[in-house]
């Protein structure tokens, strides 16, 4: 029996609506995963009525079963939800539409996340509420609240175990930006980052500046996930899932800052059996899409990858290595959560799609396999793969 | 009693609804660190699970450690995100590393100077924080730097 997804399933069509700064959607949240997933069947050219799986993450309050309603699809087969926060299921959603499809439990699955913080709250809060309970009563009361103030003690202790110079993150930082201003519908396109602007920004949380740090917006993007034996079917060149991994190693989720392997990103174990699914290794990836919440993330998550050695960092990480078309390794082409949309990582799986139609907006040359890898440092985390007919 | 190490109006923690962690506030109040200890294999896990990750015995208890640690790693504020911290100015965070309970990790305040240099490794000793005002009163477990 095959137990991998490799070359079995398809993405043939992606969505997105406007994307806006966090609070300014003139829509409420569900009309706008609504109108993303509308968009991704229309890429498609197919009715919405034929989409029968509804796969998300994150907690997404637009739950499948009442997206099926409001379109009025024929018939719901596949409805799902990929435990986990933060944009760990970036790839997890897409993992399990494509597990669905290749399984002939749905036959057109759509993977969605709408935001809409106006409406429901920002993430970088802290609870309003005067009593807090459980895990968090663990942190709350120390000012550790927000995603930043949770996650920079990870990257504090890589960075001090490995040497790692602020210059490394801020390649990471500068390169969504340099992406996004070749992107007209990124939040920051027309608004470059340099070098001094990346140093001089204020400090959020040590060893976060301002630009190391993700936006929150209001938006939803889509894409629709067929089994690869229909991907011919449809208007673009097909995008071939060449696997798709998701997880955490032993006990990451072990409460209170007590990850055994701590000063990482989670993927130490995802990443090995995502290779090993996909028959390539890192040296074969032409693109990479890898979710900054935080710069440390990205860095941490592409040494777990492979991409370089811890003790390379400095090196490897320049913003001429990391730019599209020629860098040795183009990343967040069309400025990522930093510069593009925060859309919990979709706009990225959804940029990894185009890089392989050669339809982003910095494509690098003949891609054949293009990378994502989804929700640094948290619990499960998530990367997938995609290839052109030329890979499978 | 010094003041607290935070300005005022954070969330008071309260101990889980469940009860998981009741022990360790309560050993705060009376100035103990109590951990838990699995009774089957004696070997300490924190957070507090209901059962014992490595033997799976359900036969845990909290126990007595020494407030003594060694900076695993650190974090210093400077963008409040809560109402009660906009004045607070810069504030640090310390994971801290219990050798005397196999390793496990607590959070908390390293008490002192906002801008001190910080040393990922060096010993703290906790300090046990009262707010003895609050509704219900509750104890916060800080750190400082171990004399020299």
């Known amino acids: 029996m095959d137990r991998s997804l ?3 399933a398809a993405v043939v069509g992606v969505g997105q609506t406007t994307y806006y700064r966090h609070g300014s959607s003139p829509h409420a949240e569900a009309r706008l995963a609504l109108e993303a997933i509308l968009h991704a069947c229309e890429d498609a050219g197919i009715s919405p009525t034929q989409v029968d799986g509804f796969s998300s993450y994150s907690n997404d309050r637009n739950d499948g079963p009442r997206m099926a309603a409001a379109l009025g699809c024929r018939e719901l087969r596949f409805s ?8 760990g299921g970036a790839a997890g959603a897409l993992q399990n539409a494509a597990a669905a499809v290749a399984c002939g439990l749905a036959d057109c699955v759509v993977v969605y996340r709408g935001l809409a913080q106006g409406q429901f709250g920002r993430f970088g809060r802290g609870p309003a509420a005067p009593h807090i309970s459980g895990e968090a009563a663990h942190t709350v009361p120390y000012g550790v609240m927000s995603a930043a103030q949770m996650f920079a003690m990870k990257v504090m202790r890589f960075m001090h175990d490995h040497q790692v110079e602020r210059s490394a993150l801020r390649a990471i930082a500068m390169a969504s930006y340099h992406h996004a201003q070749q992107n007209p519908l990124a939040i920051m396109h027309g608004r470059p980052l340099s070098e001094s602007g990346y140093d001089d920004a204020r400090w959020i949380v040590e060893p976060f500046r301002l630009y190391d740090c993700c936006q929150e917006n209001d938006g939803a993007a889509a894409l629709l996930v067929v089994a690869a034996d229909a991907a011919g079917d449809y208007p673009h060149k097909p995008c071939y899932v060449l696997a798709a991994t998701s997880g955490g190693p032993y006990r990451a989720a072990a409460p209170v800052h007590n990850t055994p392997d701590y000063a990482s990103s989670h993927f130490q174990t995802v990443a090995g059996r995502l290779y090993a699914m996909a028959g390539l290794g890192p040296s074969e990836v032409d693109v990479l899409q890898s979710y900054e919440n935080f710069t440390g993330g990205v860095l941490m ?7 370089c050695h811890p003790q390379e960092v400095n090196d490897f990480f320049t913003l001429g290595n990391l730019t599209a078309p020629a860098g040795r390794l183009p990343l967040n082409t069309s400025g990522g959560n930093l510069a593009e949309c925060y859309m919990h990582g979709l706009g990225l799986t959804i940029e990894a799609v185009r890089q392989i139609r050669g339809t982003g907006p910095n494509p690098v040359p003949d891609v054949e396999v293009s990378m994502m890898i989804g929700g640094p440092m948290v619990t499960p985390v998530s990367a997938c793969i995609f290839g052109s007919a030329a890979t499978l | 009693m010094s003041a ?13 609804r469940d009860g998981l962690d009741a022990p360790f506030w309560a050993g705060l109040r009376n100035e103990r660190l109590l951990l838990q200890r699995c009774r089957n294999c004696n070997r300490w896990q924190w957070g507090p699970e209901w059962i014992c990750h490595r033997c799976h015995s359900f036969d845990l208890g909290f126990e007595p450690v020494p407030a003594h ?13 809560h109402p009660a911290l906009q004045h607070q100015g810069p504030y640090l965070v310390a994971l801290v590393e219990i050798p005397h309970a ?5 959070l908390g305040n390293l008490l002192g100077d906002p801008q001190q240099t910080v040393e990922i490794g060096s010993a703290v000793v906790g300090a046990f924080e009262h707010h ?4 219900p009163a509750f104890t916060l477990l800080q750190w400082r730097r171990a004399p020299d």
């Open chain 2, 102 to 106: 196999d390793g496990v990790r607590l």
């Open chain 2, 132 to 135: 003895l005002d609050a509704d």
């Open chain 1, 301 to 307: 998550a592409m040494v777990e990858h492979g991409f």
């Open chain 1, 6 to 8: 490799r070359g079995r």
């Open chain 2, 4 to 16: 607290p190490y935070l300005h005022p109006g954070l969330p008071a923690p309260t101990p889980a």
């Open chain 2, 69 to 81: 640690g060694v900076i695993y790693s650190y974090e210093r504020v400077w963008h409040p995100v």
């Open chain 1, 80 to 87: 799902n939800m990929f435990w986990g926060g933060g944009g």
